[in-house]
């Protein structure tokens, strides 16, 4: 299957500062990227959908001037956790949707994650 | 607004055994199911899919079966080794939606040797 990368697979910060997180897919374009997170035995959550080149969509719940998406190229997304307090800590999860035609089901292939610790 | 359920948080099972691992969705309109494993501090790698245009795909030791009028699928996994240790979620999306996955909470998965 796809690769798709995760950056940085762990980080510890103090409180107030921001994050960011780099998914990209290594050996294909992603038109769609998700971003979910999971808290401690619990599902995994999406929080938003990026498409490349337009904003991304949030879902209902997710502040999206703390957790600011920005899908520049077919291959980078990031996600940046701004002014990150401890209730932020979290797993957080990407995923990425290559080029498909409309109506036709194209696989999700999953980053690594990445272990946020705020302080 | 679970729409998709995995009642069962763990299930622990004897190696060789069968395991069945249990999901059940409300919305109707899904009509393509997954299923993912995930190790702890890793991302989910896609395991098997079944259509809603069939009530059972089988790859290997790993078979899904989908029962639509109940809203309910299952995967099997014969015989079970203690490698499928893993926390198991299934997943269901709704196509021409631009593919949001809707994911449950998520079944772990104990193969005792």
């Known amino acids: 299957g796809a690769v798709v990368s995760q950056h940085p697979s762990w980080v510890i910060c103090k409180s107030g500062t921001s994050v960011k997180i780099e998914c990209r897919s290594l050996?294909?374009?992603?038109?769609?990227m998700f971003w979910y997170r999971q808290f401690p035995k619990q599902s995994l959550m999406l929080m938003a959908t990026?498409?490349?080149?337009?904003?991304?969509?949030?879902e209902q719940g997710v502040e999206k001037d703390k957790f600011l998406i920005n899908h520049a190229s077919l291959t980078l997304s990031t996600l940046t956790v701004t002014s990150a307090h401890p209730e932020d800590s979290s797993f957080y999860i990407c995923?990425?949707?290559?080029?498909?035609?409309?109506?036709?089901?194209?696989?999700?292939?999953f980053g690594p994650g990445t272990r946020l610790t705020v302080l | 607004d679970q729409q998709v359920k995995q009642n069962s948080p763990s299930l622990s099972v004897q190696e060789g055994r069968i395991s069945i691992l249990n999901c059940d969705y409300t919305?109707?309109?899904?009509?393509?199911f997954l299923w993912y494993k995930k190790y702890p501090a890793e991302g989910p790698t896609f395991l098997i899919s079944?259509?809603?245009?069939?009530d059972k795909n089988e790859d290997g030791r790993f078979t899904v079966f989908l029962n639509k009028s109940a809203k309910h699928l299952s995967l099997h996994i014969v015989p079970s080794q203690p490698g499928d240790s893993a926390v198991y979620f299934c997943?269901?999306?709704?196509?021409?939606?631009?593919?949001?996955?809707?994911f449950g909470t998520g079944t772990s998965l104990t193969v005792i040797p």
């Open positions: 995923s990425a949707r290559g080029l498909a035609d409309p109506g036709v089901y194209n696989e999700q292939f």
């Open positions: 050996d294909f374009q992603a038109t769609t």
């Open positions: 990026s498409n490349e080149g337009s904003k991304a969509t949030y």
């Open positions: 919305n109707s309109m899904f009509d393509y």
């Open positions: 079944i259509s809603s245009i069939k």
């Open positions: 997943a269901a999306t709704k196509r021409n939606t631009g593919n949001q996955f809707y």
